[in-house]
Nanobody, 132 residues
Framework: QVQLVDSGGGSVQAGGSLRLSCAASGYTASNYCTGWFRQAPGKEREAVAFMNTGDSRTYYVDSVKGRFTISQDNGKNTLSLQMNSLKPEDTAMYYC?????????????????????????WGQGTQVTVSS
């Protein structure tokens, strides 16, 4: 059974940095699309950044490109999201998620054609608050 554990959220001022982590266990497939969604109060859950664990390709929504970097450790058990130049609009609950990879799913989730309901495994979430 796949389990994901989110950690690393916190409160920073605009322009600051935070690093989120997602510790995964129970992976049985050879390849997953995994990354983060976020949800602000009163808004829908939206994609942030994803990685295909098989080929390490990364995918970002336009609003975080150049500021956020997703990476995985050599053992592929921990995913990280380095968030720099944070803005107040980045304030949200961030959720790690994963699904067995299939063609186009990582690309599709940041493009808005694949929704969070397609993801099978979820972390508990971690709060990120950016003050102006």
């Amino acid at each position: 059974q796949v389990q994901l554990v989110d950690s690393g959220g916190g409160s920073v001022q605009a322009g600051g940095s935070l690093r989120l982590s997602c510790a995964a266990s129970g992976y049985t497939a050879s390849n997953y699309c995994t990354g983060w969604f976020r949800q602000a109060p009163g808004k829908e859950r939206e994609a942030v950044a994803f990685m295909n664990t098989g080929d390490s390709r990364t995918y970002y929504v336009d609003s975080v490109k150049g500021r956020f970097t997703i990476s995985q450790d050599n053992g592929k058990n921990t995913l990280s999201l380095q968030m720099n130049s944070l803005k107040p609009e980045d304030t949200a609950m961030y959720y790690c998620a994963a699904v067995t990879a299939r063609p186009g799913i990582c690309y599709g989730v940041v493009g808005g054609v694949v929704g969070p309901y397609n993801f099978d495994y979820w972390g508990q979430g971690t709060q990120v608050t950016v003050s102006s």
